[in-house]
């Protein structure tokens, strides 16, 4: 999976270490198979490259439609944790 205009790379080859990246993508296939995160998109970009992608689950449960890379998603005041450096 690509997003549009950003190399990707591995996480170590952007200085991150791969291993918690691995051990939360696990977390967050946890959570989802006792139902407590229907679906979710996260990334990590290091020196504008793409160094972690997780796409899983639903955006839309009831239709069966998957998280993408262009679906959006209503932050609301859920928008506190999202930091950027």
């Given at each position: 999976v690509k997003?549009?205009?950003?190399?990707t790379c591995a996480p170590d080859e952007a200085g991150l270490d791969p291993r918690p990246l691995e051990d939360h993508r696990l977390r967050n296939?946890?959570?989802?198979?006792?139902?407590?995160?229907?679906?979710?998109?996260?990334?990590?970009?290091?020196?504008?490259?793409?160094?972690?992608?997780d796409l899983m689950g639903s955006a839309d449960v009831e239709r069966g439609i998957p998280v993408s890379p262009s679906t959006?998603?209503?932050c609301f005041s859920m928008t506190k944790p999202i930091t950027a450096v």
């Open positions: 997003i549009s205009g950003l190399e296939r946890w959570q989802s198979s006792l139902g407590i995160l229907p679906g979710l998109a996260e990334c990590v970009i290091a020196g504008n490259r793409v160094a972690y992608l959006l998603f209503r």
